[in-house]
């Protein structure tokens, strides 16, 4: 009998090996969790190229928004764990929905494989120089508090990173401040230098033009270095503001189903890691201001569990949670 079960799983692993040796043997899908035309779309369709080519078979770009990504998210934790159906996503559905929504129709660690983190950006913290009228952070927060309760930030959207940054920059620095959010972060940069809010938190490759012709004036970046689009403008941590809320950056990651084999996962990370030096997928994260990853499987959990916590007490704090 043990040798019958050990003839058995022997047979199962070589068969399972052989399987993932001829994978993709068909069309692979990329679902995308958001519409189509933004950033995470673009950066989702140059991969599915980029893959292609390299793995030989056709990739299919399945935008399925709704419902803060979580329609999209479902799709793929629901999807058969072939490796033929796999998510490609922000950090919203995974990090932020489950600590802002009561009811969330998936488990991202039960039932989603991590793969790999694609890409990452950072958020910069901008004021209209026209209405606001310092040069520093410290600066800022002094003539902030002689103007309390009279002053407005934008954020791209209810829960969004720069609404979470923006809620607890107001708080930990004790300022009366209201919360003016927009349905996407080029109507927020509009009305920022239009003047209808005085300053707001956005992503480097948004905010980058108008800080270069001087519409907008950087004071700081989250993340704990400087981008390179922005080398002058130093981080939170260097002005003296050290605290973890300050260091989550805003990544683009592919996940698979739970239980896909662990030759797939493997082959798809490589993959991955591979498509994100290519010209092309740098290309198009520069369009973007963001910078390439291509992590392991286990480096993107490790950071997953270190950045989660520190999303909940943001999102907490910020009042954004929906029951």
């Given at each position: 009998?043990?040798?019958?079960?050990?003839?058995?799983?022997?047979?199962?692993?070589?068969?399972?090996?052989?399987?993932?040796?001829?994978?993709?043997?068909?069309?692979?899908?990329?679902?995308?969790?958001?519409?189509?035309?933004?950033?995470?779309?673009?950066i989702?369709?140059?991969?599915?190229?980029?893959?292609?080519?390299?793995?030989?078979?056709?990739?299919?770009?399945?935008?399925?928004?709704?419902?803060?990504?979580?329609?999209?998210?479902?799709?793929?934790?629901?999807?058969?764990?072939?490796?033929?159906?796999?998510?490609?996503?922000?950090?919203?559905?995974?990090?932020?929905?489950?600590?802002?929504?009561?009811?969330?129709?998936?488990?991202?660690?039960?039932?989603?494989?991590?793969?790999?983190q694609?890409c990452?950006?950072?958020?910069?913290?901008?004021?209209?120089p026209?209405?606001?009228p310092?040069?520093?952070?410290?600066?800022f927060?002094?003539?902030?508090?002689?103007?309390?309760?009279?002053?407005?930030?934008?954020?791209?959207?209810?829960?969004s990173?720069?609404?979470?940054?923006?809620?607890?920059?107001?708080?930990?620095?004790?300022?009366?401040?209201?919360?003016?959010?927009?349905?996407?972060?080029?109507?927020?940069?509009?009305?920022?230098?239009?003047?209808?809010?005085?300053?707001?938190?956005?992503?480097?490759?948004?905010?980058?033009?108008?800080?270069?012709?001087?519409r907008?004036?950087?004071?700081a970046?989250?993340?704990?270095?400087?981008?390179?689009?922005?080398?002058?403008?130093?981080?939170?941590?260097?002005?003296?503001?050290?605290?973890?809320?300050?260091?989550?950056?805003?990544?683009?990651?592919?996940?698979?189903?739970?239980?896909?084999?662990?030759?797939?996962?493997?082959?798809?990370?490589?993959?991955?890691?591979a498509?994100?030096?290519?010209?092309?997928?740098?290309?198009?994260?520069?369009?973007y201001?963001?910078?390439?990853?291509?992590t392991?499987?286990?480096?993107?959990?490790?950071?997953?569990?270190?950045?989660?916590?520190?999303?909940?007490?943001?999102?907490?704090?910020?009042?954004?949670?929906?029951?």
């Open positions: 009998m043990q040798w019958k079960a050990l003839l058995s799983a022997a047979a199962l692993v070589c068969s399972g090996a052989a399987w993932a040796d001829n994978y993709p043997s068909r069309p692979i899908t990329f679902v995308v969790p958001s519409a189509p035309g933004g950033a995470m779309d673009a989702a369709r140059t991969l599915a190229e980029v893959m292609s080519k390299r793995m030989g078979q056709p990739i299919i770009v399945d935008n399925k928004p709704g419902a803060s990504g979580m329609l999209g998210t479902q799709y793929v934790a629901r999807a058969a764990p072939d490796g033929y159906t796999v998510l490609v996503t922000t950090s919203a559905p995974l990090l932020n929905a489950p600590f802002m929504f009561a009811k969330v129709p998936y488990d991202v660690k039960r039932d989603l494989s991590f793969v790999s694609i990452t950006g950072q958020l910069v913290l901008a004021v209209n026209k209405k606001v310092v040069k520093t952070i410290h600066e927060v002094a003539w902030a508090r002689q103007h309390d309760g009279a002053l407005a930030y934008g954020s791209y959207g209810v829960g990173a720069s609404h979470l940054m923006g809620a607890y920059f107001s708080t930990s620095n004790k300022l009366d401040m209201t919360h003016a959010p927009y349905k996407g972060e080029s109507l927020m940069v509009q009305d920022m230098i239009g003047g209808q809010v005085d300053w707001g938190i956005g992503t480097v490759g948004v905010m980058a033009p108008h800080l270069r012709n001087g907008l004036l950087a004071l970046v989250m993340g704990d270095r400087r981008p390179a689009e922005l080398p002058n403008v130093p981080t939170m941590a260097e002005l003296g503001f050290p605290q973890p809320e300050y260091k989550p950056v805003g990544w683009a990651a592919m996940l698979a189903p739970a239980n896909v084999p662990p030759a797939v996962l493997n082959r798809l990370e490589e993959e991955v890691r498509a994100v030096q290519t010209t092309a997928m740098k290309a198009r994260f520069q369009v201001g963001m910078h390439a990853l291509g392991s499987s286990a480096e993107f959990r490790r950071d997953f569990d270190a950045t989660a916590p520190v999303t909940e007490r943001l999102i907490r704090l910020s009042g954004a949670r929906s029951d």
